[in-house]
């Protein structure tokens, strides 16, 4: 499971998103943030999408040999001879090339049987590699696929060898049991590296990712925040909270993932979205303790409330004691905070108030410590 590889696809998937508008700048800077954060591969909008995508695609590969540490560029592109020689000449490392195997693409989309789309991956796949490029093989809304026409394209490009191929849910369909299934399936027919693509509609795409990478797949397609088609794909976030559970050696000795919130604003920004407050890692509460029982146990060790520790992201936790939850571990702590010494039996009289107060109305921070001041110089006026 933890050898894996990020295709971080912000600047292709992402580009789909509903607020999106990439101008080249803005690419630049999501490029070197993705690089320093050091995904493996950044995977671009086809060449062929627009003249400006084209031009954009040869910048960033510019940028990429003058800059980057650690990151590939690749280029996603239909599975078309016409498409593939535009690609090949933009600079890119290599090349994604997907086509629809679902009888609903089939049939309302590209209009072509699965004798066609063999011969034309051949012909691409070949093309490409002549070139000296990498190549990806993906089949698109894989799961809606009859699976004998699936292993039957899959095997044949292996045969011929591709790099990777690639299984998509583009509708987020799957349930990770389905994932792991065919992933497993497919590990068994070809030799090559499976790469995968999970969309979120059923709120799926990290466990699919996860599930896929247990069943022997080897790359995983992301976008920060999630942003793509409709709610997206699995978010780099996301998937990274899951990985550093799964093995946190791993991850930190292969990303920077103190950028993660860096390149999480950097990306709402342009999009103009907020980041949600239940986001993974970065989410405002994502380490905010708050009931009393949590907040003495945290207080007393982190580990008996969090599977991620905040400060390998660069984040802080934060112990909530605003509100008719609170106790008076998490009252003391904020005593000291303000410098405000008292016993503890004094700190659970105070608590008392605070709670009775947060009982009739919602109480803000400011409200709790002017509670605690007050009884605080309550306590020394009644000793002089
Ligand atoms: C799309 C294409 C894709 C491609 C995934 C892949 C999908 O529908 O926009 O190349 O593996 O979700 O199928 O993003
Ligand atoms: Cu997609």
Not at 8 to 30: H, P, V, W
Not at 187 to 200: K, Y
Request: glycine fraction near 6%; include cysteine; charged fraction near 25%.
């Amino acid at each position: 499971v933890s050898r894996f590889k990020i295709i971080e696809s912000t600047l292709r998937e992402g580009e789909q998103f509903a607020n999106a508008y990439f101008d080249l700048e803005a690419k630049m800077k999501i490029a070197q943030a993705l690089d320093d954060f050091g995904v493996d591969y950044i995977e671009l909008t086809s060449p062929a999408a627009s003249e400006q995508s084209r031009l954009d695609c040869e910048a960033i590969c510019r940028l990429k040999n003058e800059k980057f540490k650690t990151a590939k560029i690749l280029t996603h592109v239909r599975c078309h001879m016409d498409d593939a020689r535009i690609a090949v000449e933009t600079g890119v490392d290599g090349v994604d090339v997907v086509i629809g195997t679902s009888s609903y693409l089939r049939e309302h989309s590209h209009g072509k049987d699965m004798t066609y789309i063999k011969n034309t991956a051949i012909e691409v796949i070949e093309f490409v590699k002549s070139k000296g490029l990498e190549i990806r093989f993906s089949s698109e809304d894989s799961f809606r696929s009859d699976l004998v026409d699936l292993l039957s394209i899959y095997s044949a490009v292996d045969k011929i060898g591709v790099n990777r191929v690639g299984i998509a849910d583009t509708v987020g369909c799957a349930s990770p049991r389905q994932v792991y299934d065919l992933v497993r399936t497919l590990r068994g027919v070809v030799h090559c590296d499976i790469e995968t693509h999970f969309h979120n509609d059923s709120g799926c795409a990290i466990a699919n990712a996860y599930c896929a990478l247990e069943a022997g797949a080897t790359h995983i397609d992301t976008s920060v925040l999630g942003i793509g088609e409709r709610n997206g794909i699995t978010p780099l976030g996301g998937l990274m909270a899951r990985m550093i559970v799964a093995d946190r050696d791993y991850v930190l000795s292969k990303y920077n993932v103190k950028k993660l919130k860096e390149i999480e604003d950097m990306v709402a920004d342009y999009v103009e979205v907020n980041i949600p407050f239940n986001n993974y890692i970065t989410g405002f509460c994502a380490f905010t303790h708050k009931a009393g029982i949590h907040a003495k146990a945290i207080l007393n060790n982190p580990s008996t409330y969090e599977i991620i520790n905040p400060a390998d992201f660069g984040m802080s936790r934060y112990v909530h004691f605003a509100s008719r939850l609170t106790g008076w571990n998490a009252i003391k702590s904020r005593a000291d905070q303000l410098d405000l010494q008292m016993t503890d039996a004094q700190i659970k009289l105070c608590t008392a108030k605070i709670k009775a107060l947060a009982d009739v109305r919602k109480i803000a921070i400011d409200d709790t410590d002017s509670i605690i001041r007050a009884f605080y110089h309550n306590l020394h006026s009644q000793e002089e």
